[in-house]
């Protein structure tokens, strides 16, 4: 019984949310296809696609020719779902321990060694050019 009830509900939704609904419109080209077949004995099956599908013409039965199957496409059901704002998640505080760091930091928050910023855009003084040069 799951089984059915889930494959109903999977043919529902594709059948509302795709182009799967244009198959229930077969028995319409069928009986029209008989339809162009009185008219016409000698018209074969080919015939009759390629004078809807192929190169469709405004004819006399033009009404009954867009209700045949993907011709005519229209927009599919779009669903949407969305939490309202009275939705709360609750954690247990019971689960979580404290977790204690003794570690002693090395670098400043910018990850750069400390005394290194202020140092770089300073330019070089010139007494200690001179006496790199003279010793």
């Known amino acids: 019984m799951k089984k059915l ?13 795709t182009e799967l609904y244009q198959l229930l419109k077969i028995p319409t080209l069928v ?27 405004k004819d006399g039965d ?18 949407i779902f969305t939490l309202s704002a009275g939705v709360t998640f609750q954690s247990m505080n019971n689960s979580f321990r404290e977790i204690v ?8 928050e910018d990850f750069c060694l400390k005394g ?7 330019p070089p ?3 200690d050019i001179t006496q790199n040069l003279s010793g």
């Open 5 to 17: 009830i889930s494959i109903v509900l999977l043919t529902f939704y594709l059948v509302s949310t």
């Open 62 to 79: 033009y009404g009954k020719d867009q209700n045949l199957p993907f011709i005519v496409h229209s927009n599919t059901l779009t669903l």
């Open 31 to 57: 009986e029209h296809y008989f339809e162009h077949k009185a008219l016409n004995p000698e018209m074969p099956l080919i015939a009759f696609l390629k004078t809807h599908y192929d190169h469709p013409v």
């Open 125 to 127: 003084r010139s007494t």
């Open 101 to 108: 760091s003794h570690k002693i930091p090395s670098k400043d």
């Open 116 to 122: 290194f910023k202020s140092s770089v855009w300073e």
